[in-house]
Structures are given as structure tokens and as C-alpha cells.
């Protein structure tokens, strides 16, 4: 199954989606925003992207520097908890077919995982 964590306000997830469904994909549309993945589901989205925590971070965003997540001790639960709590932290977006995930930056990303 194709999910795509979604958030219709970004250009870069509208444009991933778009490029989806150019191909003749209709993923699973996630609205990560307004459910937030739990800490377990992000986990798991880390296993499947092969990254971690702090690199599924957006540092720009204003709730990182109020949450004080540059600060390097923080352990990779309490950053996952802190994007279950305020998902707008995590990169988007993110699609996921099967065991495998990609972030759309650029969209065309997202093609190495179909």
C-alpha cells in the first residue's frame, strides 16, 4: 500500500502528490496535521526512512526553538515525542510503500521506493 503524509498547505507535498498521481497512483492521503502520528508510528517511519530523529526534524519551524530541540542531549524518544506532539515538525512529505519511505525534497525523491 502507498500512504503519503500529506499537508495540503506545503508546495512541496502538493507537487509529491501531483507526481504520484501522474504515474497512476492513488496513495492513501495521511493529513498527518490534523491526526498526529503516534510516537510508535513515527518509529516506525524512522525504520523505514533509515534515518534519525533529528534528521526528520524542521528546524525552522517556531515550535523547535520553543521546545529547545537543538539541544543535543535530548534522546531520540524525547524528540519523537515532541513531533507526535506538534506533528508540524516533521519533514513532509513523507510517502511509504511497504517497508520502504521517502521524503518528497524534491518530490522526485519519492520515485526511488514505486
Same mark, same amino acid.
Given at each position: 500500500?502507498? *500512504? /503519503? ?10 507537487? *509529491?502528490? +501531483? =507526481?504520484?498521481?501522474?504515474?497512476? @497512483? $492513488?496513495?492513501?492521503?495521511? =493529513?498527518? !496535521? $490534523? *491526526?498526529?502520528? +503516534?510516537?510508535?508510528?513515527?518509529? =516506525? =517511519? @524512522? ?8 534528521? @526528520?526534524?524542521?528546524?525552522?519551524? %517556531?515550535?523547535? &526553538?520553543?521546545?529547545? !530541540?537543538?539541544?543535543? +542531549? !535530548?534522546? $531520540?524518544? %524525547?524528540? /519523537?515525542? #515532541?513531533?507526535? &506532539?506538534?506533528? &508540524? ?9 511497504? $517497508?520502504? #519511505? #521517502? ?7 519519492? @520515485?526511488?521506493?514505486?
Amino acid at each position: 500500500m502507498l *500512504t /503519503i503524509y500529506h499537508n495540503p498547505r506545503c508546495s512541496k507535498s502538493r507537487q *509529491t502528490l +501531483s =507526481l504520484l498521481q501522474d504515474q497512476g @497512483l $492513488e496513495p492513501e492521503i495521511v =493529513l498527518y !496535521l $490534523e *491526526t498526529a502520528p +503516534s510516537p510508535e508510528t513515527i518509529t =516506525l =517511519l @524512522l525504520k523505514k526512512l533509515g534515518i534519525g530523529a533529528r534528521q @526528520l526534524l524542521r528546524r525552522g519551524e %517556531q515550535d523547535y &526553538k520553543d521546545q529547545r !530541540l537543538a539541544d543535543a +542531549s !535530548l534522546s $531520540e524518544q %524525547q524528540l /519523537i515525542a #515532541a513531533m507526535a &506532539k506538534y506533528p &508540524k515538525l516533521i519533514q513532509r512529505p513523507i510517502v511509504v510503500n511497504g $517497508e520502504r #519511505a #521517502a521524503i518528497g525534497r524534491p518530490p522526485e525523491a519519492v @520515485l526511488e521506493i514505486i
